[in-house]
């Protein structure tokens, strides 16, 4: 149990274009969901936490005009990224928790975004 | 803010024999969770181990144990009978207790495993 899915696994858009990540809790429910970024090599930088039907709270310098996150169901959150540019291209990973408060999250595959 | 340190950015081991990862972390809580995750070359995160910090016992799963030392701020990561398939990065993470607490990363360190 407690699988979680991305998709798209690998995406290419041009640069100026809106790309959406869906993430998705298989076989749980899902209050809570987050969204990360990864750069090669580097560690897991928190960009926002989203709780089901609320607005999404995101970290400090994420610029929420540009990473639009939706978490309209207890199994579905979702990542736009609005106006790609270059710099956008990363590894976006998300993660879902059971509840607001429990402590462990169980994370998705991760969403290859390459912004040419 | 809490903020955690994996002081190791690569470490080496031989297949079969034993290896510690480091990690210490920062914070003025008393109540507080310890993770260790591993993330292999497919990126999929993948939790190896959880410690509660009201627990003074160390957690362990199988081949995998944590030295937590509270008052120290410690907690590491061993990996006994090491095999190929433990080959990843491996992050260290803390989070508060309580509601909608984010998890705070490590840098991570990287683990090879020679055969």
């Known amino acids: 149990g407690a699988v979680v899915s991305q998709h798209p696994s690998r995406v290419i858009c041009k640069s100026g274009t809106s790309v959406k990540i869906e993430c998705r809790s298989l076989?749980?429910?899902?209050?809570?969901m987050f969204w990360y970024r990864q750069f090669p090599k580097q560690s897991l930088m928190l960009m926002a936490t989203?709780?089901?039907?609320?607005?999404?709270?995101?970290e400090q310098g994420v610029e929420k005009d540009k990473f639009l996150i939706n978490h309209a169901s207890l199994t579905l959150s979702t990542l736009t990224v609005t106006s790609a540019h270059p710099e956008d291209s990363s590894f976006y990973i998300c993660?879902?928790?059971?509840?607001?408060?429990?402590?462990?999250?169980?994370f998705g595959p991760g969403t290859r975004l390459t912004v040419t | 803010a809490q903020t955690v340190t994996q002081s190791q950015p690569e470490m080496s081991v031989q297949e079969a024999e034993t290896v510690t990862l480091s990690c210490t972390y920062d914070?003025?809580?008393?109540?507080?969770?310890l993770f260790w995750y591993k993330q292999p070359p497919s990126r999929q995160m993948i939790l190896v181990i959880r410690?509660?910090?009201?627990?003074?016992q160390n957690a362990t799963e199988n081949r995998f144990s944590v030295n937590f030392q509270k008052a120290a701020k410690s907690f590491s990561l061993k990996i006994s009978d090491s095999q190929l398939g433990d080959a990843a990065m491996y992050f260290c993470?803390?989070?508060?207790?309580?509601?909608?607490?984010?998890?705070?990363f490590g840098k991570g360190t990287k683990l090879t495993v020679n055969p």
């Open positions: 993660s879902a928790a059971r509840t607001v408060s429990s402590y462990e999250q169980y």
């Open positions: 076989d749980f429910q899902a209050t809570t």
């Open positions: 989203s709780n089901e039907g609320s607005k999404a709270t995101y």
């Open positions: 914070t003025s809580e008393s109540d507080y969770y």
């Open positions: 410690q509660e910090a009201y627990k003074q």
């Open positions: 993470a803390y989070r508060n207790q309580g509601g909608s607490e984010k998890l705070v």
